[in-house]
């Protein structure tokens, strides 16, 4: 069975930074790409970045390009965003989210709320 | 990176068939690789994949969901409405140059 557990969220003041993780299982995790998605509250969905399973090439939303990165630890099935420079209008549940055929996303986590304030 | 347009709500009574459009160009919805997807969600849960490559049913999602593309417009269908198709729901689609968007979301009401 597929499991994405995000954790690192919580409230942060503008300008600071934060690392979200995602433990991922039930699958190779090296063989699929990865994405982070986020919501702002009462909102549609956002893609925010993805990573590839076989290049591990890194890509992003232009809104964070520059401030987020993504990345992995293939050893230990983890997926991470580390956010900087926050702003207000990053605050979000974050998705961490599997790809598979054709960008589709098959598994979601349950989300991890980010809030950014003073 | 501007979104799919979807339109905001959508509704139909119980029984009865509802279809939610999302327009976007040639380099995503109607691009050749039919990267189309369809996700629905309920009120403070995960999104869930319903279709994928613009008219896939994953395993285990009833086939009273349907997906078509026509041009650059990405249509879903649901049929027979059941009180617990009410949900909101996303397309998505890559957009090339390793982008991916989502439309805005549909708010689907069973009257």
């Known amino acids: 069975e597929v499991q994405l557990l995000e954790s690192g969220g919580g409230l942060v003041q503008p300008g600071g930074s934060l690392r979200l993780s995602c433990a991922a299982s039930?699958?190779?995790?090296?063989?699929?790409?990865m994405t982070w998605v986020r919501q702002a509250p009462g909102k549609g969905l956002e893609w925010v970045a993805l990573?590839?399973?076989?290049?591990?090439?890194?890509f992003y939303e232009d809104s964070v390009r520059g401030r987020f990165t993504i990345s992995r630890d293939i050893s230990t099935s983890t997926l991470y965003l580390q956010l900087n420079s926050l702003r207000a209008e990053d605050t979000a549940v974050y998705y961490c989210?599997?790809?598979?055929?054709?960008?589709?996303?098959?598994?979601w986590g349950q989300g991890i709320l980010v809030t950014v304030a003073s | 990176q501007s979104a799919l347009t979807q339109p905001p709500s959508a509704s139909g009574s119980p029984g009865q068939s509802v279809t939610i459009s999302c327009t976007g160009t040639?380099?995503?919805?109607?691009?050749?690789?039919?990267?189309v997807s369809w996700y629905q969600q309920h009120p403070r849960k995960a999104p869930k994949l319903i279709i994928s490559e613009v008219s896939k049913r994953p395993s285990g999602v009833p086939d009273r969901f349907s997906g078509s593309r026509s041009g650059n417009t990405a249509s879903l269908t649901v049929s027979g409405l059941q009180a617990e198709d009410e949900a909101d729901y996303y397309c998505s689609s890559y957009r090339g140059n390793d982008i991916v968007v989502f439309g805005g979301g549909t708010k689907l009401t069973v009257l």
């Open positions: 040639s380099n995503d919805v109607g691009a050749a690789y039919k990267s």
């Open positions: 039930g699958f190779t995790f090296r063989n699929y790409g």
């Open positions: 989210a599997k790809f598979g055929n054709a960008y589709a996303i098959d598994y």
């Open positions: 990573i590839y399973g076989d290049s591990g090439g890194t």
